[in-house]
């Protein structure tokens, strides 16, 4: 599982929306942001579980770590990196509901 | 973030899935995509506000090109439930669509509500925890479906 699941492939029809858009074209080279994991009173912890595996490819035991951490702490960094990739794991998370941002990492 | 259990979708040999859901189900999903659609053209809402909320906690607003992208993401899932709702048997990509809306109608009815905590369910109708044990149900039955493949 990579980090290829672009709302558009979840649609499962045409070109991604990151195509569509030029979200991947953004700046933000080399300064790494956060993306950061909000915990909210109504989502599944399976589904928060299941969109860390499928957006960042992490492997099970860490997608619960992290689900746990958000769920105990209220929020959780669950992935640094380009700026630009941030932002589009962030609309990758929120097609399953899930509330997220990007923060500069400090 | 809770836990919860199981509903009507089998995983079949092609690797499609199976919906045994009652037409009163399937008209519910159909109707939480229509209403995800016109949240998206109600930017005063709750929901908009939590579908749409901003990325960038650094800046002042998020880029167009970020919101944009979002109202692609939700059209695209909303396109692919109205034209899987009836369906006996969908593909992985329309079941991802399924648990996407299902996800996003969570989201948005939670914002609606005004729940900020766990503890502030309790305050809700009968009839609206009754939705979200219905959305629960179904999303976990995907879930299923998708990651642990069953056979007809």
Not at chain 1, 50 to 62: M, N, Q, T
Not at chain 2, 4 to 15: E, K, P
Not at chain 2, 70 to 86: G, I, Y
Not at chain 2, 90 to 106: K, Q, R, S
Request: hydrophobic share 45%; charged share 30%.
């Amino acid at each position: 599982m990579g980090i290829d699941t672009s709302a558009a492939s979840v649609a499962g029809a045409g070109p991604s929306v990151a195509e569509r858009t030029g979200v991947e074209a953004d700046a933000g080279v080399g300064v790494p942001y956060n993306v950061v994991l909000w915990n909210d009173p109504v989502t599944l912890m399976e589904v928060v579980v299941r969109a860390l595996k499928k957006v960042f490819g992490y492997g099970s035991e860490k997608a619960e770590l992290l689900m746990l951490t958000a769920h105990r702490e209220g929020k959780a960094v669950v992935w640094t990196g380009e700026r630009d990739r941030a932002v589009r794991h962030c609309l990758e998370l929120g097609t399953y509901g899930l509330q997220s941002t990007v923060a500069r990492a400090t | 973030m809770t836990r919860r259990r199981r509903a009507g979708f089998l995983r079949l040999d092609d690797g499609r899935i199976a919906v045994r859901l009652p037409s009163a189900v399937r008209s519910f999903v159909a109707a939480a995509a229509e209403r995800l659609r016109e949240v998206g053209e109600s930017p005063g809402s709750p929901g908009f506000a939590r579908l749409f909320g901003r990325i960038d906690e650094t800046a002042d607003a998020d880029d167009p090109a970020y919101v944009l992208a979002r109202q692609l993401a939700v059209d695209d899932v909303v396109a692919a439930v109205a034209a899987s709702a009836e369906k006996p048997v969908i593909d992985p990509e329309e079941a991802e669509a399924w648990l996407a809306v299902l996800g996003m109608t969570l989201s948005r009815r939670s914002e609606e509500l005004g729940l900020r905590t766990e503890e502030d369910r309790a305050g809700i109708t009968r009839e609206d925890e009754a939705v979200i044990r219905v959305v629960y149900a179904l999303q976990a039955g995907l879930i299923d479906a998708l990651d642990e493949p069953e056979h007809a």
